[in-house]
């Protein structure tokens, strides 16, 4: 009985429904749309005309519809691997880490066995680099599960341990002839094909949404999703429960890093075919605020990644036309990020304006 | 042992001096932030809005030390804003900082190219001179430390000096202390909680933005893109190698900023360049694992 007081007492107190995650969500993205209106009115250009030259760099023919695909299929692997983790109570800061990790991995297998037939190859390297991920991700749960250390300052650190180790890797080791820092082009086989000719979109998209329904699933329909949850929402009820903590937040970190590799094997094996240094413009980071606006809803997920992503392709019109730099996105993003960290603002305004 | 002696001559001391001002500021900056509860992790964004705002007060005025002191303004600014969401609005430390840091590289980006009309880098402005102490610049060995050294190199050690005194033999910082630990303890015996909390936000947005005007126009005189390049994190993991005290999260950077110089003096080194900028993360996880069950930092670090 107390177990369900407890659940009935939070719904009351948090308005935390579907309908109202949305609505929030929403409103956060027209209020950093607003403000970053007068930040390029202060740089002396016309939101407006900045506004229109994003939305057609995104979405104005084939090819730039393909672009916006393409970018935000990396960002529905970090969001939906941070929004997964964050069910289970722990927050991955730790995607941009695993998912270099993975990708090394997975080009690494498939620079290997070249010889492997292509429905063997591609399969084996996609779970060696989530594999790579997953035990990336599992140290950060390991050490919060079995020493207490917060896994927000461990997932953080290993990040940059994550991006220097693969760097010296194909600075050094795996490194291509020629002056780029990057490895040979991996086996045709190990490729994802290409969706549409002459674009950088391939198939991952179709491998993203469907990541992103079966996580979904995974977590309401499954008994590990439901401890999963449970730990999230109340670790000491769980444990008195009977759920065994230690083993739930291990696995918790683990899948989330094997989920964030997948935007790091879909970079390199699909994108480019090849593991370049430094590749990701923070995918690992967008991926929290993709989460924190997608709330883990499959839709709100694939929806905000394609926002996002709109908005990364858009940006060079933006700039080309309307004169604008590139960057100004990057300020919308965070903007996004901030209104969405803190919804008491809209409770605390809306509170006010009852008053008066 | 020739590696060993051109690691231990004065120039290179000096070095390892130069690199960690900006780590030390920064993180005694996130130290008096952790220590009132609020975690920083926009700390990154802080620096590198206040190196462009170091460049922007040089740049519109003529004179480096505006470009600091607009800095410094700026920063409290951005401190205050952070406080607000962070304690006002109760927003999600973490996510705030991460959303703070993808902000402030977009927007010095674009005021860059808004002001400059270029992308990557600022044009050159007027750059903070370097000082000679008359008197002390004779003194043997020592002398070289007050011969043509930057004023910030002098600034740094008293804000180290003065922010361990303040922490730890005043009322007001057993006061933070105790903030950080137990706030509703603090609170009960009468402490305003909220105000600690906003005053040590600001005081650690005004130190980030010192560092970054120091990277601006005193190390430089121009901005370049990214230029904080990850030194915020390394003074988030200073201040926990540190133990979350001034003097510590000063020596913490002294062992990153040494590694740094390492670094720039010993290219022919056999150890890769990635290894040893490692260093910083891999020492802090094994301080924050070895040891996490005695030094955890505040006990209310991020509850808010």
């Known amino acids: 009985m107390g177990k369900w007081n407890v659940k009935f007492k939070m719904k009351d107190n948090v308005p935390n429904n579907q309908h109202s995650d949305f609505i929030l969500s929403m409103i956060a993205m027209v209020c950093s749309f607003l403000v970053a209106g007068i930040f390029i009115l202060l740089v002396g250009q016309s939101p407006v005309a900045a506004y229109i030259a994003l939305f057609q760099g995104a979405f104005g023919s084939v090819s730039s519809i393909a672009n916006t695909l393409c970018k935000s299929v990396p960002l529905m692997f970090t969001g939906i691997a941070v929004a997964f983790a964050m069910k289970g109570g722990l927050l991955n800061v730790g995607a941009e880490g695993q998912l270099y990790i993975g990708a090394l991995a997975s080009v690494v297998l498939a620079l290997k066995l070249p010889n492997l037939p292509g429905f063997i190859l591609l399969p084996v390297s996609i779970l060696f680099g989530c594999l790579g991920g997953m035990v990336w991700g599992g140290i950060a749960g390991f050490l919060k599960a079995k020493r207490g250390v917060n896994e927000v300052i461990v997932t953080l650190m290993m990040n940059y341990i994550a991006i220097l180790f693969t760097s010296y890797l194909v600075n050094g080791p795996f490194k291509a002839e020629g002056m780029v820092p990057q490895t040979e082009v991996v086996p045709t086989g190990a490729a994802f094909p290409k969706l549409i000719p002459r674009t950088q979109l391939t198939v991952t998209l179709f491998l993203a949404i469907l990541v992103v329904i079966l996580v979904y699933l995974f977590l309401q329909k499954t008994s590990w999703g439901y401890e999963i949850r449970a730990v999230g929402e109340n670790s000491s ?10 083993k739930t937040t291990i696995l918790t970190m683990a899948i989330s890093g094997g989920i964030a590799a997948l935007a790091g094997i879909s970079e390199s094996l699909g994108t480019y075919g090849r593991f370049i240094d430094n590749f990701s413009p923070s995918f690992g980071f967008t991926g929290i605020a993709i989460a924190v606006l997608g709330k883990g809803n499959p ?9 996002f992503g709109a908005m ?24 996004v990020i901030l209104f969405i960290a803190a919804p008491q603002i809209y409770r605390i305004l809306l509170a006010g304006r009852r008053k008066s | ?57 040089s740049f519109f005025s003529g004179e480096p030390w505006v470009g600091v002191v607009f ?22 430390q973490v996510v705030c900082g991460i959303g703070l840091n993808m902000l ?23 750059q903070v001179e370097n000082v000679s102490i008359p008197i002390l610049k004779n003194i043997p060995l020592l002398g070289r430390l007050f011969e043509k050294q930057s004023p910030f190199l002098y600034l740094t050690l008293i804000i180290v000096a003065a922010s361990w005194y303040f922490m730890y033999k005043t009322k007001i910082g057993l006061r933070l202390r105790a903030i950080g630990d137990h706030p509703q303890a603090a609170e009960s015996v009468g402490i305003n909680v909220t105000r600690y909390r906003y005053a040590s936000v600001i005081l650690c947005g005004i130190l980030a933005s010192i560092a970054g005007a120091y990277l601006s126009i005193v190390q430089n005189n121009l901005f370049v893109q990214n230029m904080v390049a ?21 020596l913490a950077s ?26 910083p993360y891999g020492l802090t996880l094994i301080v924050l694992v070895g040891v996490a069950k005695k030094a955890k930092g505040p006990e209310a670090l991020g509850k808010i």
């Open chain 1, 237 to 246: 009820a769980a444990e008195a429960g009977g759920i065994h903590i230690t």
């Open chain 1, 299 to 307: 839709f709100g997920t694939i929806i905000t990644a394609i926002l």
């Open chain 1, 312 to 335: 990364d392709a858009g940006s060079m019109r933006m700039n080309r036309v309307a004169g604008i730099s590139a960057s100004m996105v990057n300020v919308i993003q965070g903007l």
């Open chain 2, 1 to 57: 042992m020739e590696q060993l002696s051109s690691i231990l001559t004065g120039d290179f001391i000096l070095l390892t001096l130069r690199l960690a001002i900006p780590i030390i500021l920064a993180a005694i900056g996130e130290t008096f932030c952790e220590r009132s509860g609020v975690m920083n992790l926009g700390i990154e964004g802080m620096m590198l809005i206040g190196a462009l705002s170091g460049v922007l007060g």
């Open chain 2, 71 to 92: 800095a410094i303004i700026v920063g409290a600014g951005i401190g205050f804003i952070y406080a607000l969401l962070c304690v006002r609005y109760k927003a999600d």
């Open chain 2, 104 to 126: 402030s590289l977009g927007f010095t980006t674009a005021m860059v190219h808004a002001v400059w009309n270029r992308d990557g880098m600022s044009g050159t402005v007027a």
């Open chain 2, 230 to 250: 990850g030194r915020g994190f390394m003074a988030i993991a200073a201040n926990i190698f540190g133990g979350w005290n001034p003097v510590g999260s000063f």
């Open chain 2, 254 to 279: 002294l062992v990153f900023a040494f590694a740094q110089a390492l670094r720039l003096n010993l290219a022919d080194l056999n150890i890769p360049d990635q290894f040893i900028q490692m260093l």
